[in-house]
Nanobody
Framework: VQLVESGGGKVQPGGSLRLSCAAS????????MSWVRQAPGKGPEWVSS????????FYAASVKGRFTISRDNAKNTLYLQMNSLKPEDTALYHC?????????????WGQGTQVTVSS
């Protein structure tokens, strides 16, 4: 079982990035999936989830209206479109299996991709 994130980088405030997460070793379409981030010196913060059924999405208040989670089950890939980025969005972003609210229980995380928002 493996989750591999990509798409991070450095961007100016107000900019956009699209993160991808390639899943392998399990039946991707049958699992809820999430993005979790961890800023330097802070604990993990749940960002967003998408369920395995009808693709219902959930967002943390801090990113709602700016971030969009999506999935392509044919490609076993999870995405996070991030717009109007702010310096406080700077973090290591992890893709995780599971994590749908209210339980937010995840069992596998990827290594993460770094997002830095700075002028």
């Amino acid at each position: 079982v493996q989750l591999v994130e990509s798409g991070g980088g450095k961007v100016q405030p107000g900019g956009s990035l699209r993160l991808s997460c390639a899943a392998s070793g399990f039946t991707f379409s049958t699992y809820d999936m999430s993005w979790v981030r961890q800023a330097p010196g802070k604990g993990p913060e749940w960002v967003s989830s998408i369920d395995s059924g009808e693709g219902v999405t959930f967002y943390a208040a801090s990113v709602k209206g700016r971030f969009t989670i999506s999935r392509d089950n044919a490609k076993n890939t999870l995405y996070l479109q991030m717009n109007s980025l702010k310096p406080e969005d700077t973090a290591l972003y992890h893709c995780a299996r599971g994590g749908k609210p209210p339980g937010l229980i995840t069992d596998i995380w990827g290594q993460g991709t770094q997002v830095t928002v700075s002028s």
